[in-house]
């Protein structure tokens, strides 16, 4: 069987496979490069390079095992954190998606307004003898003609012209009609603003048609500033990622660019009322909510466990069905449990004979959240408990009944306390997943009932994972990604430091044993 | 030993080379324009454009279909300019957004193509006073009857609760209205309207009257003699707003009125179903308002990046935006055309026809900035859904959730009224 690791066929195997790595790697990095992304370029670049020097060389034998994990660990846990860290101190939402230049081109080309009239002539696009791009201008409506290139307008007399069906010129002396086939390969003809009029010029609005226009924002790259030539207003970098009007800072240009606002975000969560309120809520319900789930969970486990502990006909068929919600896929089960308590067609409500709006009211919204959680983890603590308490010799509890403890005596005294030593890390780990438990909540509530109409902007059974998802992703209109990166960024710090304790009560386990 | 080394090296050079031949994607062509669409319309438009390829000479038109409509949205929100589409084709709630982000790009039309659409369709598509695209179709509602059930058409909301009343038990019926087509805050926007509230409203000019402010009182005076029960201050049953079932209940005849989306129309036609087709009547006798939206064809900023921009935009005018377009569209499509010419056109149905009618009869653009506003605490969707939760459900006091509605509306409303 160790044969086929090694000699010939291993090492083509070896080359082809990192052959093709490399290729798909390389590919991304030109890709990375070609889309101005140098930070992923590089360190998809740096990956390919370490992959090859590390399987083509004998530099290192461990880090042929531990490369790829740590590359995919620097990839998938590093850089999203440190870029959720990043978007957190800056302006990123809404209106504020674009870099700072393609901002500025965008405001440029919506700087660009018509003529009062909303003016547009039929053109034909050609070149004049002196191979320059011109359009051939039918003012149908005036009866005029003429022929424009970048710099020069010039009048052609209606004799001179050829027209179609429509009384579009469409040839005229000192000028080459270019076909619509040769100009759809080559779009630098539509990039050019005609001459017209003073300052308006003619713009290519599609194959045929122009329109009147007049450019009356202008920006000045030494100064920054950008002024609306028509109004006079000037406009300047507000450092929050818009021009704001000068005198009229609440005036703003669209669309702005991400821009670093440093601790804003974070401010913010406590300084806005509309942000800081529904905020402190969710955090509370969030606690309640995980700390409740593993307390519940935990003790019907232990409680269901302890009861199939002892020899009794059926365990293992008892057993088999209280590991069946375990071994369900969640989502099924939350949908099945959501269902269920649906008011019109669902089973509780037909069972009890009722028309209990469950998702409607706040507090019967919560309990359901609860109930079904609890359905969905108590399987998984039934199973640690039964190892558990398997692993507690039989007799310390043998010496404590001989000493003359009763059956609760030797529960609270012996039994509970060991499980607790061995599970803590264990419910810490619970407690941290379920302060997270996105997919229950999104899948069972959506997070409501949002009561909008007395100011709720959370919903009952948001938690805080799912109140930043509907900040980031909620309302199209009102996204805010630096907002939710400065709330993910908050659950971070509280997960990682339920974690941190978990490990030491793990280290505190290790000790015990 | 070193020689050895560096053939491996060549060998995996080599074959890094042929294998990123193999995958190194074809470029963007410049004379293909890229059109994504959701799953009802993608599929609509790639028959449409292999029957007839040539709308804009030398361009190939390439349609992307998404999964679902919510799909597109979400591509379109990562969307860059590598990876944008030239056109997409969604709702006009999309516009505000991808306007202020700088993925739409304006859109001029000649006097003759803005003369084939009303001025709020062109509103629908606009924002900050540049057009971002052109109207395809009509997204609106209208309320059907069922006529074995009712004889007469309703001429006011009350004829419709008298009638759900005198045949509840005799008829056996569940409820008197579903709400179907576009839920409870679109959908619903006429059950509002009817009776006495409305979040905005259009002068004769086609603008919007940013002074006008529902009267609380009355639509909740309203809200207590048609929708509440007396006793239990909850829905009297004529209007359910939770019932999920409504639609098959309207199938089976236990239902007799119900607004449905005109792109709901064929599934009741191919059911055999005996309907007639009107806008809800409002308490005193009109019409209830609607929200008559259109669906439009924009325009990206990506197509400049392209080097597609002229080839889109004439794409826009060609097919999308010209009567020929809309007629061959719809005809697979099957909604009510945008276009005044497609719309008076032989070749569009009567069912397209006469939802065409009912928005013409009663209904109001769909203003994205007014309805996404948040100013007040939430937006139009949120607290029109709330308002029917807390009163034809949890039985709250219609008058005083009213005013706590009216505030909200009037909060959004006011903060930008500016941009209007």
């Known amino acids: 069987m160790s044969g086929i690791f090694r000699g010939k066929f291993a090492l083509i195997a070896k080359i082809i496979f990192l052959g093709i790595t490399t290729a798909i790697m390389a590919l991304l990095t030109e890709h990375a490069f070609a889309q101005k992304q140098f930070v992923i370029g590089s360190f998809i670049l740096v ?87 011109a359009i051939l201008v039918s003012d149908i409506t005036n009866n005029k003609y003429f022929i424009s290139t970048k710099t020069q307008r010039t009048d052609v007399p209606k004799a001179s012209l050829k027209f179609d069906a429509n009384g579009v010129a469409i040839a005229a002396p000192n000028f080459t009609p270019i076909s619509a086939i040769d100009l759809a390969k080559n779009d630098a003809y539509s990039k050019i603003n005609y001459k017209y009029e003073g300052k308006y010029y003619i713009a290519i609005e599609g194959q045929n048609s122009g329109g009147v226009f007049r450019q009356e924002l202008s920006y000045d790259a030494k100064t920054g500033v950008l002024t609306n030539t028509a109004t006079g207003a000037t406009y300047v970098d507000n450092h929050r990622g818009n021009f704001a009007k000068v005198g009229s800072p609440s005036e703003i240009l669209n669309p702005g660019w991400r821009a670093p606002i440093w601790f804003e975000n974070y401010s913010r969560l406590f300084s806005d009322p509309k942000i800081r309120i529904p905020l402190i809520r969710v955090f509370t319900w969030t606690f309640f909510f995980a700390g409740f789930t593993v307390l519940s969970t935990f003790g019907l486990g232990l409680l269901l466990a302890m009861a199939l ?23 099924m089960s939350i949908l099945i449990w959501a269902g269920m308590f649906d008011s019109d067609f669902g089973a509780v409500n037909s069972i009890l004979h009722t028309s209990v709006h469950w998702f409607q009211n706040p507090m019967l919204a919560r309990g359901v959240v609860l109930l079904v959680n609890l359905w969905l983890g108590f399987p998984y603590f039934y199973l640690i408990c039964s190892g558990s308490l398997q692993a507690i010799p039989n007799e310390l509890m043998e010496a404590a009944a001989i000493d003359g403890a009763n059956p609760r005596q030797v529960f ?6 060991l499980l607790l030593q061995i599970l803590s ?7 941290a997943f379920n302060f997270n438990n996105f997919n229950l909540i999104y899948l069972l509530t959506g997070g409501g009932p949002t009561q909008t109409l007395n100011g709720e902007i959370a919903g009952s059974t948001d938690i805080l994972i799912s109140y930043t998802y509907k900040i980031a992703f909620g309302n199209p209109n009102l996204q805010d990604f630096g907002l939710a990166s400065a709330i993910s960024v908050l659950i971070f710090l509280i997960v990682a430091s339920i974690s941190m304790y978990g490990l030491r009560r793990s280290k505190v386990m290790e000790t015990f044993v | 030993m070193q020689k050895k080394r560096f053939g491996f090296a060549s060998v995996i050079a080599a074959t890094a080379l042929v294998v990123s031949g193999l995958l190194v994607p074809s470029a963007h062509a410049s004379n293909e324009i890229i059109v994504w669409a959701d799953e009802t319309r993608g599929p609509h438009l ?62 001029t039309l000649t006097a003759s193509q803005k003369a084939q659409f009303t001025g709020g369709q062109l509103y629908d598509l606009s924002y900050g006073g540049k057009l971002y695209g052109v109207p395809l179709d009509i997204n609106n509602v209208g309320m059907i009857y069922n006529t074995k059930l009712v004889p007469n058409a309703p001429k006011t909301f009350g004829d419709m609760v008298d009638f759900y009343k005198a045949n509840k038990t005799k008829l056996g019926l569940k409820n008197g209205l579903c709400v179907t087509g576009g839920g409870l805050s679109w959908g619903g926007l006429s059950v509002f309207s009817a009776l006495g509230a409305d979040p905005y409203i259009m002068t004769p000019h086609g603008k919007v009257q940013t002074t006008y402010r529902f009267n609380p009182n009355v639509f909740g005076a309203n809200m207590n003699k048609y929708l509440l029960d007396p006793v239990t201050h909850k829905s009297n049953g004529f209007w359910a707003s939770s019932n999920t079932t409504c639609n098959d209940d309207f199938y089976t005849g236990k239902v007799p009125y119900s607004i449905i989306g005109n792109w709901e129309w064929q599934n009741y036609v191919d059911r055999g179903f005996a309907m007639n087709l009107q806008p809800v009547p409002s308490v005193t006798g009109g019409y209830g308002k609607m929200f008559g939206s259109v669906s439009g064809a924009f325009l990206t900023s990506y197509a400049a990046l392209h080097g597609t921009a002229v080839g889109a935009k004439s794409l826009l005018v060609n097919l999308f935006a010209s009567t020929a377009g809309q007629v061959a569209y719809e005809a697979i499509e099957g909604r009510p055309p945008a276009a005044k010419g497609a719309q008076s056109d032989p070749g569009v149905s009567d069912a397209q026809k006469g939802f065409g009618a009912a928005a013409a009869l009663s209904s109001i653009p769909q203003i994205g900035v007014i309805l996404g506003s948040n100013a007040g605490g939430s937006n139009y969707w949120d607290s029109s859904a709330d308002y029917w939760t807390q009163t034809l459900i949890n039985g709250k006091d219609a008058v005083v959730e009213a005013r706590k509605l009216s505030k909200i509306w009037n909060a959004d409303l006011a903060a930008v009224a500016s941009q209007l």
């Open chain 1, 309 to 331: 502990n002892r020899a009794m006909r059926g365990r293992r068929v008892y057993r088999s069905i209280l590991i069946l919600p375990y071994a369900m896929p969640s989502v």
């Open chain 2, 46 to 107: 790639t028959k449409l454009i292999a029957a007839k390829g040539d709308w804009v000479p030398g361009y190939t038109i390439k349609i992307v279909t998404f999964s679902s409509y919510s799909a597109l949205g979400d591509a379109l929100a990562k969307a860059t300019g590598t990876s944008g589409p030239d056109i997409f084709v969604g709702g006009n709630d999309w516009v505000v957004a991808s306007a202020k982000t700088g993925k739409l790009a304006p859109v």
């Open chain 1, 412 to 417: 609270r005294k012996i039994t509970l306390p």
């Open chain 1, 425 to 431: 890390p264990l419910l810490i780990a619970s407690f």
């Open chain 1, 47 to 133: 990956a390919t390079l370490a992959l090859n020097i590390v399987y083509l060389t004998k530099i290192s034998i461990p880090f042929k095992f531990f490369l790829p994990g740590i590359l995919f660990f620097f990839a998938f846990v590093i850089a999203p954190i440190f870029f959720t860290v990043q978007m957190s101190g800056y302006k990123y939402q809404t209106g504020n998606y674009l870099d700072k230049p393609a901002a500025l081109e965008q405001v440029l080309i919506l700087g660009a307004q018509p003529d009062a009239a909303g003016t547009t002539f039929d053109i034909n696009v050609g070149k004049t003898p002196s191979n320059e791009y």
